[in-house]
């Protein structure tokens, strides 16, 4: 008997993993590929999609590749300087434009600026603020998908973003984003920009190779530095703010949740540390409430409005000045 039921069995089980690899292979490309609907997708419990992950395990696993190119000092600084660009992508644009619209630019400057987003390699504009405004609105409590305090350090620093219920993007939080079909186009096939991004990279460490032997770099060895090591740190410093900020620092005010302001990871993320001040009023372009606060989103934010391509950066109510100084925390 146990002869004949086993290929009745097997049968199935093979079919719907062959299916599984099959969408996982399209959501690569498509983002909003979802064979059993998003809004199911969403209502699952937790659970890492490790065939849908493996482009991000991939990001990590090309780190290693250094062991193969070695090292430059070209290649270290072309690796922080990506890292520093491409965090301001990640602070300055996804986060206080996308997410919060915290300042204004024409149609022409949000698209420029969705593509300068997408090099950072952390998905399209709309799935980025879909999950910031969720992690606002649920902030610590049991919906947050990635509260340090509900689901513990790992899951709310790397777990969140492996698992199945989490990848589709919920467009009715982005309505306002919705509406303009070449951001749609850009969150739905959220590889593109950085396939471009990794294949530039590539071809001017071609180039120095060429024609600056004397530097040492070659195209593997930029790839391997100037793409996955500095993405890879780029994402680990982003996702200090999931876990870290919202467990190390000072509390200035009295939030819902358990936002901090940290000096070390504003260094690290360029003015995001000030997670509680933000956490407070996060309608101002700025973090760093006080001239002491360091806050170089904010710099650069001030320097992109000189420039003219944004306008209108939103400030701090004097009235959020009072709140502090009532709560004695101004420092
Ligand atoms: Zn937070
Ligand atoms: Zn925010």
């Not at 850009?186 to 294949?199: E, H, Q």
């Not at 904010?298 to 420039?307: N, P, S």
Request: hydrophobic share 45%; aromatic share 16%; charged share 15%.
């Amino acid at each position: 008997m146990t002869t004949h039921l086993q290929p009745s069995i097997e049968q199935p089980r093979s079919a719907s993993r062959f299916r599984a690899l099959c969408a996982s292979l399209v959501q690569w490309l498509d983002s909003d590929f979802a064979p059993e609907g998003a809004e199911a997708a969403r209502r699952q419990p937790d659970k890492i999609d490790w065939l849908r992950c493996v482009p991000f395990i991939v990001l990590h696993v090309g780190c290693f590749g250094v062991v193969l190119t070695g090292w430059s000092v070209t290649a270290l600084a072309v690796a922080a300087g990506l890292y520093f660009i491409r965090m301001f992508a990640v602070t300055g644009i996804y986060h206080r434009y996308f997410s919060h619209k915290t300042y204004r630019t024409s149609r022409a400057g949000q698209f420029f600026l969705a593509l300068w987003g997408g090099t950072a390699v952390q998905r399209g504009p709309l799935w980025w603020a879909y999950h910031h405004r969720h992690h606002h609105q649920h902030s610590d409590d049991s919906e947050d998908v990635h509260s340090p305090h509900v689901h513990g350090f790992w899951w709310s620093h790397i777990g969140w973003i492996t698992s199945r219920r989490n990848f589709p993007t919920d467009y009715n939080t982005v309505r306002d984003l919705k509406k303009f079909p070449e951001l749609v186009f850009l969150n739905r096939f959220d590889t593109l920009v950085p396939a471009a991004f990794a294949l530039a990279v590539w071809s001017v460490g071609w180039w120095l190779e060429v024609y600056f032997p004397q530097l040492g770099v070659t195209k593997w060895q930029l790839l391997v530095w100037g793409f996955f090591i500095s993405t890879t740190a780029l994402f680990h410093g982003t996702s200090c703010i999931n876990s870290l900020a919202h467990l190390m620092g000072r509390r200035r005010f009295f939030t819902d949740d358990d936002s901090r302001n940290s000096f070390i990871l504003s260094i690290v993320t360029l003015g995001e540390g000030w997670h509680n001040n933000h956490h407070r009023y996060p309608a101002t372009a700025r973090q760093g409430f006080y001239w002491w606060e360091i806050d170089i989103t904010y710099y650069l934010l001030r320097v992109l409005a000189w420039t003219g391509l944004i306008w209108e950066l939103k400030g701090v109510p004097n009235s959020v000045y009072v709140e502090a100084a009532k709560q004695g925390r101004s420092d």
